[in-house]
């Protein structure tokens, strides 16, 4: 009788040594790449070495396209699309999974860079959901790209190597505080008091009055070869400056800035990496913006998704039509690889038990996500969910199903409803997290390695 009932279970539980093995290194992997590689920018660029180490190369070396053929292209230097083609014609439709890069985080303003009280400090701001006073107190790290006239880019990473100095904001002393405590949350902490703390050396230059800012400016010019008017050519974010680290005596979890998406990302890019003449050809599309609402044209709001799959298309059948890449669409399945909530033993007023995931418990299925009547939610049909158990149970991948929080509570969105707009089958499939959108997110190993193994057998599930 006991066999009729659903029941979540910790993957921890009667996991054979040998598996906890493979769960175990494959994190170790994981961890050090989110700890290297900290924006959108620098994901990609690690996506690429990867990618080739796995003998993919560029989709511009290529003439044509044949089963079994592994291509890769780079948005902009912020996303990337990585393929293996199918023994199938890629007009039968694709095996997509898609996950984003970008995530919370603080950046600079344009005219960023001022002296007020003899402390030089940056204008920011701040990007995706945050909650402000979080990022206050901490050290961050500097990363992004400068670009100067006549197009050189000159590379900006400060602030996680040990010898490297780091930043911070500032919060008020609890002895002053008394008017600050009063406030909500909202209130006590505004985008524009998240200003940076640079430097406190005046230059000895006579004829400057910034002095501080000015000394600052030459550190900058003697080390990047940039002035302040750089400032406006230039993509600068700050980020925590620490690693990823193991989390709990038992080290079954990881602790890191960045995770939501890039604990769905790293899976979706090992597993295209490691996907091996498909049925069907299998994509990993890794895009920027979803934390601003996917906009832009390394968003999944862009036309480039499309753009490169008629690429692709065109590359492997004769006489390409706009009719094919339709058809194609059509045909085609996705995992929307985002984060969901994990239910936090600390704050379970949020959740509804019985319809929230739990920390390594599995791979996570969220059939809808949206807000206070799923608005803004794609709600996958119930053949296409059945498909993707199915697919799971076959290879072994312990998953799980829930809610994005209590109904009227709150919610969010992925990329998934633009997916859907392509009139593609797709569900949210990813790792459930806690502390989401906090310098510091929480995961859970046995979650991180089902996904995987759930992407990988995606990719090579026929239809």
């Excluded at 690690?46 to 890769?72: Q, R």
């Excluded at 809808?368 to 993707?388: I, Q």
Aim: glycine letters at 10%.
């Amino acid at each position: 009788m006991s066999s009729l009932f659903y029941e979540r279970k910790n993957g921890f539980d009667n996991i054979t040594e040998e598996e906890k093995a493979k769960v175990f290194s494959f994190c170790e992997d994981y961890r050090k790449f989110i700890t290297d590689y900290k924006t959108e920018r620098e994901f990609a660029k690690g996506s690429v070495e990867v990618l080739e180490k796995a003998g993919f190369k560029e989709l511009s070396k290529f003439d044509s396209l044949k089963a079994g053929d592994k291509v890769y292209y780079v948005n902009r230097g912020k996303g990337i699309f990585a393929a293996v083609i199918g023994e199938k014609p890629i007009t039968e439709g694709v095996n997509l999974v898609g996950a984003h890069i970008d995530s919370p985080r603080i950046d600079l303003k344009p005219n960023p860079l001022y002296e007020d009280s003899g402390i030089a400090l940056f204008k920011t701001h701040y990007y995706g959901g945050i909650k402000k006073y979080q990022w206050t107190t901490i050290p961050l790290s500097l990363h992004g790209v400068v670009v100067k006239p006549g197009g050189e880019t000159v590379e900006i990473n400060v602030g996680d190597s040990p010898s490297d100095p780091v930043f911070t904001i500032s919060d008020i002393l609890p002895h002053l505080a008394q008017d600050q405590m009063k406030k909500t949350l909202g209130e006590a902490f505004t985008g524009e008091n998240l200003n940076v703390i640079l430097g406190n050396i005046a230059s000895q230059d006579e004829d400057v009055t910034e002095k501080v800012k000015a000394n600052i400016l030459k550190i900058l010019n003697d080390k990047y070869g940039i002035e302040e008017i750089d400032f406006v050519t230039s993509e600068l974010e700050f980020v925590p400056a620490f690693e990823a680290r193991d989390l709990g005596f038992d080290r079954s979890m990881i602790a890191g800035y960045g995770q939501d998406d890039r604990v769905c990302g790293y899976p979706a890019l090992m597993a295209v990496a490691n996907c091996e003449k498909p049925e069907r050809t299998a994509i990993a599309l890794l895009v920027d913006k979803e934390e601003i609402g996917s906009m832009g044209n390394t968003g999944m709001q862009s036309k480039h998704f499309e753009n490169v799959l008629g690429k692709l298309i065109s590359l492997s059948v004769g006489n390409y039509n706009d009719l094919m890449l339709r058809e194609c669409l059509t045909n085609s399945i996705c995992l929307s690889a985002d984060v969901g909530v994990a239910l936090d033993p600390s704050y379970p007023e949020v959740s509804e038990k019985k319809n929230s995931a739990i920390l390594n418990g599995g791979l996570l299925l969220n059939k809808y996500t949206g807000a206070r009547g799923k608005s803004g939610a794609s709600d996958a049909n119930a053949e296409f969910v059945a498909e993707v158990v199915d697919i799971f149970n076959k290879n072994d991948v312990k998953w799980q199903i829930a809610e994005l929080g209590r109904v009227d509570l709150g919610g969010g969105g992925t990329i998934a409803q633009f997916v859907a707009n392509l009139d593609m089958e797709v569900i949210d499939c990813g790792v459930p997290i806690l502390s989401m959108h906090s310098p510091y997110e929480v995961t859970g190993k046995f979650d991180i390695y089902m996904a995987y193994k759930g992407y990988l057998g995606f990719m090579n599930a026929g239809r």
